[in-house]
Structures are given as C-alpha cells and as structure tokens.
C-alpha cells in the first residue's frame, strides 16, 4: 500500500516516483482520492536516466567545479578492506567510503 501522505506530498500536476527493484509478482494499490487531482504514481528504473547524454554533463559540471563530489567522500579505502568499509559504514563513522579495487 502507498501511503497517502507519499501523494499528498506532491502538488497538483505531481509526481510520485516509485524506486527500487520490486519483487516478482509484486502489487501496489494506493488510494485513489489523491490519484484523481491530478496526480501521478509512477515506476523508475535505474532512475530513468540517459547515461550517453548524462554522464557528460555530470563530468562537465565536476570539470567546471561546479558538481561538488570529492566532498562527498569521508574515506577511501583498498578492496581488501571491504569489511571495514562495511563496519565504518553501519557505524556512521563515515558519510561515504569508496572502495577501490
């Protein structure tokens, strides 16, 4: 069931976007009040994106230091230190590691 509150949440002309892989044979019902003022609930996968025409962007704007994503990184750490990644990351120790290979 989707909640109310996640169509709700969106203006008239909206949409709500459902994420993530859902499981074989799965359902959604959600109630129907929101749907009719002009509200949508929709499916993503993969978020939907262009990655021949995304990606360039994105590297364009990080080139322009205009995309900030070095400052998302709290740690990087060796491949085989993926447990500790793993351990820093259930500890909130750290915002994003990056394993490298």
């Known amino acids: 069931m989707v909640p109310e509150w996640n169509l709700v949440a969106t203006c008239a002309g909206g949409t709500a976007r459902m994420v993530g892989v859902p499981p074989t044979g799965g359902e959604v019902s959600a109630p129907m009040r929101p749907l009719f003022l002009d509200r949508r609930l929709i ?9 021949r025409v995304d990606f360039p962007w994105f590297i364009e704007r990080y080139r322009q230091g205009r995309l900030k994503l070095d400052e998302l990184q709290s740690r990087s750490r060796p491949l085989d230190e993926i447990i500790e990644a793993f351990e820093d990351m259930l500890s909130s120790e750290v915002a ?3 394993v490298r290979p």
């Open 96 to 98: 994003r590691t990056i």
């Open 43 to 51: 499916g993503s996968s993969a978020g939907t994106g262009r990655p």
